[in-house]
């Protein structure tokens, strides 16, 4: 599957403990990446500051459905369910 254009829910949902460029510390479960835009694209997109978390996601019908608001939901829990 490929990611949906404008998703973004891999870029809120989950926590991320690496460095991205403008979040050195990383970035929190549920909080907004500050590389996403207002489209919800990612603007370091591709870039090798982009962490290897990020570029090793792969969209999964199974986590990302059919919906944005459905990948999001399921993103949300399993990032609970790994803490």
Same mark, same amino acid.
């Given at each position: 599957m490929e990611c949906r254009l404008g998703c973004g829910a891999c870029c809120i949902a989950p926590s991320i403990s690496s460095a991205i460029p403008g979040m050195p510390e990383g970035k929190p479960a549920g909080v907004r990446c $500050?590389?996403?835009d207002d489209n919800n694209l990612c603007k370091i997109f591709g870039q090798s500051g982009r962490p290897e978390v990020c570029s090793g996601f792969k969209a999964d019908?199974? $986590?990302?459905?059919?919906?944005?608001s459905v990948a999001l939901s399921n993103l949300i829990v399993l990032e609970t369910l790994t803490r």
């Open positions: $500050v590389q996403l019908r199974a $986590v990302c459905g059919q919906e944005n």
